[in-house]
């Protein structure tokens, strides 16, 4: 009996089949992973939402397979070649490919030599050839000799049937997954530069002559050769592994072949033939399907890994600390244009803008401070974020200045990643929220707003501009996108959201909402003023009751008419809060916050039917913290003083520095010279460290040594091992994979547009780098 798909997902999760079968229901009926890793805990078996997320990503590929295996029944089936033991094979593969190599024989194709012979009455020919190795082949084609079948003579009979024999052997099933499996194993990757390119190709340099066990190869490296051969720098090979042959063999692939079939050179007059026929199959037709297959299969895993990095550097950039709701001064930095100015209140209104001309030409500096020292009196500014793009070090110095020379204003200055904001302040919400402001004005707006609450701004941004992602642009736009937007809804919905202050962009992100719905709550709110209460909902067009239901519980209402309103307790639980407030004999006002009561307090005696003890935790928890913020606490980086370029690092000093990137063989600081510095993996810790992002992640605020710098190739390599000595290098990554994971000059990353045209196999296969001239 087969798995079912519940079954199947229940195993690789190590789950219950029937917390599967809850959720993959609860999915079905519209419910969204926030929703049901918070709410639905008694249902599912207290599933997180990283199970969820891994539940729900393998149930839509579960059901694409089980799709296309209808199809292929019913292609079968109406060719009248469906056979009991075909069904079986075909109802027990558990992946595409394996269902792909099951349908091959039966897949309608243009006509091959193959078809050909067949139709020319050779296929018994083949059939004899392959079962009386002891028959001489010459003698028994004679009789498959006819003009009128334009089988003229025995060289053409005897072609013919090792066209039938050579596709036979290449639609075996089993023998294509074990040849894939011999060649993933004991295959490589090789590459060299392409003629008159090594100039051109610096950065690809490492690869001018290199070869790596398949099963070796990282992510990162497997993406940067690609990289290299799409830039028309590299020529990449598959190289099978020939020192493995069995005896009387070319390769072990070969032999591999010939032993599925029980071809074996005993001496008699055909067996010759047949291993020239193997021999065919292998080169002509087999090892470019496999060697296919290995581009692929290493796509396939290095976009895998690729998305998974770039998932995990947005989500800890979205979770960043927020500085909270102070007055802020944001300063968007430029030399010839000058420093845009904008302030912002501590709800995040505009309530200021000015350009300023503090370097070169102009050199306005005094003028500069002059005015930046007003604004901040005007509208008692506490924060000043200061973008890290061009000019950034510069305007550093004329915040610090600032800071100085006005010690009655209570001023703090921070450099702030300004990634996205120019695609931000071009966009069509931009317009639509700032639309008396300059598009250069809402930079320094949006970099104010970032440094107060980074999720609440960065969610107005497409992840993919956020610049966080290694080779991002060469990653499939779909999986790309359904990934991140799922980082996104996760990370909106563990923080929750202000209902009466939050804009549309945000709001689009919780649970059960969605751009139009959380526009029309927007256009409330301006026509009704704030939401005193969560039941007020109701009155939003769109937002029914299931809408509600998803949503409810991730919306804040701070000072609203029910205070249970603030905190992530879900309407659909105040009764258990009421039964809380009955049996400590309290109010709702006095319970909340009150820890020492709280804690006292047995979740067990107040579960019912539908909230069990895991739900009861939860409301206890928010009670005691209601509205609690996972983000953790604001803290700054101190550039030193005097270290604003590469030129002035010398080897040993101590910095501080901000982690901007994480990748799989490091991280990048920000020490306040325009050009991040690489911690390599090896420089991370004093212990062995397999993933990066165990130790740090963007945002991060850490201390790190100069090792070394290098100001012609712009890199500076650091530690976070104050012990290393200095003339200790770190192993470093390649030229590409560092280029890659270097800021644009202006810090300003772009979106690449995704390539169209060609079909879903036509870009998948110019994604493994295999160009129709190549093909």
Known sequence: MMQSIGQRIAAELNAQEWQVKAAIDLLDAGSTVPFIARYRKEVTGTLDDTQLRALDERLRYLRELEDRRKTILDSVREQGKLTDELLVQLSAADTKARLEDLYLPFKPKRRTKAQIAREAGLEPLADLLLTEPSQDPKTSAQAFVAAEKDVATVEAALEGARAILVERFAEHAELLGALREIYWQRGRLTSTVRDGKTTDGAKFSDYFDFAEPLPKLPSHRILALFRGEKEEILDLRMDEDKDSAEPGYASSYEGRIATTFGIADKGRPGDRWLLDAVRWAWRTKLRFSIELDMKMRLWQLA???????????????????????????????????????????????????????????????????????????????????????????????????????????????????????????????????????????????????????????????????????????????????????????????????????????????????????????????????????????????????????????????????????????????????????EATKSDIKVLIGNGPVLKTLKPERFTDETFGVPTVKDILAELEKPGRDPRPEFKTATFMDGVEKISDLKPGMMLEGVVTNVAAFGAFVDIGVHQDGLVHISALADIFVKDPRSIVKPGDVVRVKVLEIDPARKRIALTMRMSDPVEKKPAGPRPDERASFQRYADKKPAVAKETSGGGALADALRRAGLSDKRR
């Open 303 to 581: 976009e895998e890994e690729g998305v998974k990095v770039f998932a995990g550097n947005l989500r800890d950039l979205l979770l960043a600390a927020p500085a909270g709701a102070r007055p802020t001064l944001g300063l968007d930095p430029g030399f010839r244009t000058g420093v845009k100015v904008a302030v912002v209140d501590a709800t995040g209104k505009v309530v200021a803008t000015d350009t300023i001309y503090p370097h070169e030409p102009k050199r306005q500096w005094d003028q500069s401070l002059a005015t930046l020292a007003r604004l901040s009196r005007e509208h008692n500014v506490e924060l000043v974020a200061i973008g890290n793009g061009t000019a950034s070090r510069e305007t550093d110095k004329l915040a610090a200045e600032l800071v100085t020379k006005n010690p009655d204003l209570p001023l703090t200055k921070i450099m702030v990643s300004e990634a996205g904001a120019s695609v931000y302040s071009a966009s069509a919400y931009a317009s639509q929220e700032l639309p008396d402001l300059d598009v250069s004005i809402r930079g320094a707006v949006s970099i104010a707003r970032r440094l107060q609450d980074p999720l609440a701004e960065l969610v107005k941004i497409d992840p993919k501009s956020i610049g966080v992602g290694q080779y991002q642009h060469d990653l499939a736009e779909h999986k790309l996108s359904r990934s991140l937007d799922a980082v996104v809804e996760d990370c909106v919905n563990a923080v929750g959201v202000d209902l009466n202050t939050a804009s549309a962009p945000l709001l689009a992100r919780v649970s059960g909402l969605g751009e139009w719905v959380a526009q029309n709550i927007v256009s409330h709110r301006d026509a009704n003023g704030p939401f005193r209460t969560r039941k007020a909902l109701s009155g939003v067009m769109g937002l029914g009751p299931k809408s509600f239901e998803q949503a409810a519980g991730f919306l804040r209402i701070p000072g609203g008419d029910d205070p249970l309103d603030a905190s992530g307790v879900h309407p659909e639980a105040y009764p258990v809060v009421r039964r809380i407030i």
